[in-house]
């Protein structure tokens, strides 16, 4: 079923995350596929939908600063100088997964990656979910990002419990993945380029902080 995001639409859509629903939701790239990061079975659930292995962690998106601490254990000053630098924006950082992170989102590498992103409607609605969800791409294992929610409709059907539409995609690229858990390195380009990282962290580019 598809809905629009609207202020009364809100309560819904938290509502069916509480229940252990899966919802599709425009994040601030593509479309991404959201549960409770800490209900396993959730979890378990928007891995059977993709078709993928366990091989794979799945990233979170969270709506604002203080959500980082329920993810994120002890993170590197890279960690740190990157988030000042790029957050909010299309930056998902890899840190070291706190104890209580489910191994489903891991995939047993201890490590986690995590983004605030530059989109007010796309934080709003996690907000409401309770500050985090899972954001996995809306698409079935090795198929193309999902760009509207037709696109995620015509993907899983009735399978996802509630398809948010959000509009259009508003990127033509992934978010910028960097494992920051101790020496940044890049695992996938993105939006942010990585010469521009690789500037931040010389110090050599200002705070692009809002």
């Known amino acids: 079923m598809i809905i629009h995001q609207t202020a009364p639409a809100l309560d819904r859509i938290s509502s069916a995350i509480a229940r252990g629903w899966a919802i599709a939701f425009r994040t601030d790239t593509f479309y991404g596929l959201g549960v409770d990061p800490f209900n396993r079975d959730a979890v378990r659930r928007i891995k059977d939908l993709k078709g993928r292995d366990d091989q794979k962690p799945i990233l ?36 070291q997964a706190r104890v209580e992170v489910p191994d489903e989102l891991t995939a047993g ?74 020496e940044p390195k890049l695992i996938r380009a993105g939006v942010i380029p990585w010469v521009e990282i690789q500037a931040a962290l010389k110090g050599k580019s200002q705070n692009r902080r809002r």
């Open 60 to 95: 979170i998106v969270i709506s604002d600063d203080d959500q980082l601490t329920r993810f994120i254990e002890n993170p590197s000053s890279g960690f740190g100088l990157l988030a000042k630098t790029f957050w909010p924006g299309a930056l998902t950082l890899v840190g």
């Open 109 to 182: 590498t201890t490590s986690i990656g995590v983004r605030l992103p530059d989109d007010e409607q796309v934080r709003e609605l996690v907000r409401a979910c309770g500050g985090a969800l899972t954001a996995t791409s809306a698409n079935p294992s090795n198929g193309a990002p999902a760009s509207t929610a037709q696109q995620v409709e015509t993907y899983f059907g009735d399978s996802v419990d509630l398809i948010v539409d959000g509009g259009q995609a508003r990127s033509e690229l992934p978010s910028t993945v960097v494992d920051a858990v101790s």
